[in-house]
């Protein structure tokens, strides 16, 4: 499956963005979903998982705040971002990995990545 990131961009504090993630080849419906995000000199960091079966969990730090989602008809994966501060400036990534169940993955397993696209929160 190839994946291809959109809607980054600049935002201030307290607003919204809302992340797609359009998804090719086959296997999106019983793939695990993540979004991952990475800010510069920091590790890769999985922020929202979703299941096959659209079970999903959050980061600490992300939860009550944004919400993933997948749309199997049209293999898109989406990140709604609510109130959004200056630490969630980042590249954001979506992934996939070849199981139906996120639990227990991490980064090394998801075997397809975007390229990315860029999030900045201004104060």
């Known amino acids: 499956v190839y994946l291809a990131e959109s809607g980054g961009g600049s935002v201030q504090a307290g607003g919204s963005l809302r992340l797609s993630c359009a998804a090719s080849?086959?296997?999106?419906?019983?793939?695990?979903m993540a979004w991952f995000r990475q800010d510069r000199g920091k590790e890769r960091d999985a922020i929202a998982t979703?299941?096959?079966?659209?079970?999903?969990n959050y980061k600490d730090s992300v939860k009550g705040r944004f919400t993933i989602s997948r749309d199997n008809a049209k293999n898109i994966l989406f990140l709604q971002m609510d109130t959004l501060n200056p630490e969630d400036t980042a590249m954001y990534y979506c992934?996939?990995?070849?199981?139906?169940?996120?639990?227990?993955?991490?980064?090394?397993?998801?075997?397809?990545w975007g390229t990315g696209t860029q999030v900045t929160v201004s104060s």
């Open positions: 992934a996939a990995a070849p199981w139906r169940d996120c639990s227990g993955l991490v980064w090394r397993h998801f075997n397809a």
């Open positions: 080849g086959y296997g999106f419906r019983d793939m695990c």
């Open positions: 979703i299941d096959s079966d659209s079970t999903t």
